[in-house]
C-alpha cells in the first residue's frame, strides 16, 4: 500500500532506538526550527472496543511529533541537555478509523528560559491519501504540550 | 515471567475488539461504580529515544483505565450510550523503564449530568513486583480525564 | 488618564449587569464570529503580594473576552441558549506590572456540536499605549478554553 | 454580616501588599505543609452577565489559596525563592450564586525538584454558613495547578 510506504522519511538524533515511533510507522515529512510533521496509517492495533482510534494512539502520535519538535533535528556537539514532554492538555474533537492516514504538525508557540509551549495538530484523512504535510484532513485533535529541557544524564 | 501472567484479569463489555488494550497486555486488576485498575509490563515498544517509557504509551495505559472506569461493566439491557474521552491534563513526574510493572488507578472525581471527571494515576514499581491492587509503586503520571456521555451510534 | 478612557466600546448582550466585567474595566474593541478582543489598565487591586499581576485577574480578562467569543453579540429573537465555560487549560508565560495595558484577543479555533475550543492569548504593554486592537504587546499568558452550550434557565 | 466578618483570619508572608486578596476579601482558615483554605463571601462584582459568579472570580479566589499552600508561611531567614503558578487546568463544574460563601482548600498532591501539582477544590454554600474549614459545601471549581519555584528577584 502506498500510504505504509511514504517516498521519504527524515532523520532526527532522536528517533535512534525510538521504538514505539518505529512501532507506530512515523513517517517524518518536515522538520524545522520548533516545528515537526508526521504521520501514519491507523492500524487494527491502534483502536478501541469502540472500533475507532485509541485515544492514547492518537496522543503517542501526537506526542512523538511535539518531542521531535522540542529536540534539534541537526547535529551539535557537546549537545548536554535534552528537552522532555512535562505535561499537555488535549482535547479529542472527532472520532478516527482504521486504515486512515494520521498526520501530526507541531509547532513551538511559546518559549521562556527552559519551558516551552507547542501546539500539536492531528488530522484524520482517506486512507487513499498521500503521505505529504499538505492538506491534512480534519482536524480530530488539539494537543497543547508543556515542554522542559533538562541535563542530559 | 510472572509479571507478564497475572493470575486473573476481570471482564469488561468494552474490552471485546479493543485491540489498543490488548495490544498493551493490560490486566484488570479491579472494577467498581468509577473506578478501575489496570497493570502491565513497559516492552519496549514502549520506549522513546531517550530509553524510557514514551509519554504517549503511558497515556494509553492510562486512558484505557479511564474508559474502563467512565463505562458500566454490568452488562445492561437495552444500554443505548457510551461514555468517551472528550479531554486531559496529563503530566508527567517521572521516567519509567523497560521491564518495570506500570499500574493505572482510575477514580470519580465529579459527575454532573453527560459530563464527568476522572482521576488516573500511573504508578511504576520493579519487574517482579506482583500485578496486585496495592502498593502500587512510584508515581510517575498523573492524568485528569474529562467524560462525555453520547449517543451509541 | 488616556488608557482608563477609550474611545470607544462595543455593545455585546451579555455585558448588562455583568459587575466583575464593569469592575475590570474591560473596553471592547473587537467582537466578530467568534472572535473578541478586549483591554484595560492593570491596577493596585489587580496585583498580588510578589508586586505583579495576580495570576487570577489575568485569567479573569481572558475568560470576559472567551465569553464575548463565544456567544452571539448580534440580538437574536427567541434565542434560548446560552454558551459558558466548560474549563479552561491556562499557561502563564511572563508576569504583568501595575499600570501596564492588558490585552486579551479571543479566537474559536473548533467547533462541533454543543462544543467548542477557543485559544486566548493575553498581552501586556506600557501604560501609554493606546487602546487599540493591534500591536498587543509581549505575550504574558496562553489561556485555551473549552466551551458548553446549554440552554438559558 | 457574620460571613464578611470572620473570627480569625491567619498570616502568611505572600499576603503583605496583596491588593487583589484583599479586594476579594479572603480569610485564611487553614495553612500547612503544602496545604490551605480560604473563604469569602460572593459579592456583586463578582458576577458575569448570566447572573452567576464570573469563572474569572472563582479562578482567582482558588489561585489565592493556591499561592498560599505552594509558599512557606513560616517566616525565613535568607528565604531566596519563590513559588509562583506555571499553569493550571480548571474545570467549572456547577455556578455559584451572589452572597454564597465560597471556599478553596488547596492540597500538594505532587512535587518534584522545582515542579510541584497542586489540588485546590472550590466549594460553594448558602450566605448564612460560619467560615469554617469543615463542611464546604457543594463542589463548584476542580482546579489542578502547576507551580514552579524561582529566584526571588
Chains 1, 2, 3, 4 share one sequence.
Not at 491502534?46 to 482510534?53: E, H, K, P, S, T
Not at 529536540?71 to 474533537?93: R, W
Amino acid at each position: 500500500m502506498s500510504e505504509a510506504a511514504p517516498a521519504h522519511t527524515l532523520a532526527h538524533p532522536i528517533l535512534t532506538d525510538d521504538y514505539a515511533t518505529e512501532w507506530m510507522g512515523l513517517s517524518v515529512l518536515e522538520l524545522g526550527d520548533g516545528t515537526a510533521t508526521v504521520s501514519t496509517t491507523l492500524r487494527r492495533e491502534m483502536l478501541n472496543g469502540f472500533g475507532i482510534a485509541h485515544g492514547g494512539m492518537l496522543f503517542a502520535i501526537a506526542d512523538s511529533a511535539f518531542a521531535l519538535a522540542c529536540n534539534p533535528h541537526t547535529p551539535e556537539e557537546g549537545h548536554s541537555t535534552i528537552t522532555v514532554a512535562a505535561g499537555v492538555d488535549v482535547n479529542f474533537l472527532a472520532p478516527a478509523h482504521e486504515g486512515e492516514l494520521i498526520t501530526a504538525v507541531a509547532a513551538r508557540r511559546a518559549h521562556a528560559g527552559r519551558s516551552g509551549l507547542y501546539d500539536i495538530q492531528v488530522f484524520a484523512s482517506p486512507a487513499d491519501t498521500p503521505h505529504t504535510a499538505e492538506a491534512p484532513g480534519r482536524l480530530v485533535v488539539e494537543f497543547r504540550g508543556r515542554s522542559r529541557t533538562i541535563p542530559q544524564r
